[in-house]
């Protein structure tokens, strides 16, 4: 298998449908169910690189016509990390699912072709509409960004807390606090420390439902 480094191979383009933009980190986008799909990749500690337009596809057409396709990404996952390891790297095209009805015949050309070339290379193919994005997760995500660098949160408490919640083994977030501070000020000051540990992935929780104070959390194992 290969060990690709791409750099951008098509220049983000104006239509209709376009919001253009960059993703720190990550690169530009030209839609944004593209944008809201780098936020999800940007979140996911398994990935090691994402670039955008990775590659140039070269394919026959049914008239036997040389035409090109650009995906919209490539994944790079990590190899020092499980599941990760175990994760193919994956090519993938971002689009609304309208456009897979309407625009089908000329899709699916391209997109055998996309899966031949990964088929070559080890990696894996896939199509990711607003049905995979747009979820509740997406809205976690985007609540949790802003307290991943814990530039508001407290290392002292970051440690009782885990030795908290590693007591109690399950709880949610009203009840954590409220163990640890009789004080509702102290327990407002606390909790960006609580979603810097969980945007961190040292505490557990289910983020494919909406994240609120009774959302059940755990101690994630080390």
Same mark, same amino acid.
Request: hydrophobic letters at 35%.
């Given at each position: ?28 986008? +030209? ?7 780098? +936020? *999800? ?7 090691? *690189? ?14 036997? @016509? ?24 994956? &090519?993938? /095209?971002? @689009?609304?699912?309208? %456009? ?6 000329? &899709? ?23 049905? /995979? ?10 609540? *949790? ?11 002292? &408490?970051? %440690? +009782?807390? &885990? ?6 083994? /399950?709880? %949610? ?9 009789? %004080? ?9 420390? *609580? ?18 104070? @009774? ?5 994630? /194992?080390?």
């Amino acid at each position: 298998m290969t060990n690709p480094n791409f750099k951008p191979v098509r220049k983000i383009g104006i239509s209709s449908r376009s919001i253009v933009g960059t993703v720190p980190t990550l690169g530009k986008y +030209e839609s944004s169910l593209e944008r809201d799909f780098m +936020e *999800l990749i940007r979140f996911d500690k398994n990935v090691h *690189l994402y670039t955008p337009q990775p590659i140039t596809i070269a394919y026959r057409d049914a008239q036997g @016509k040389t035409r090109r396709y650009t995906p919209d990404g490539f994944i790079q996952y990590r190899r020092d990390i499980m599941p990760a390891i175990q994760m193919p790297h994956t &090519l993938c /095209e971002i @689009k609304y699912r309208t %456009d897979l009805g309407t625009k089908w015949q000329e &899709l699916l050309p391209k997109w055998r072709a996309a899966r031949r070339h990964c088929a070559q290379n080890g990696w894996k193919f896939m199509v990711i509409t607003e049905r /995979e994005i747009r979820t509740p997760y997406l809205e976690n995500v985007r609540f *949790l960004w802003p307290y991943r660098s814990g530039d508001n949160a407290n290392a002292v &408490l970051a %440690d +009782e807390m &885990l030795h908290h919640i590693s007591e109690m083994r /399950e709880t %949610d977030p009203e009840a954590l606090l409220c163990t640890m501070f009789r %004080d509702r000020w102290n327990r407002a000051t606390a909790l960006p420390t *609580l979603w810097y540990l969980i945007s961190n992935f040292q505490i557990g929780c289910d983020l494919m439902r909406p994240l609120g104070m @009774k959302s059940t959390i755990w101690k994630l /194992e080390d």
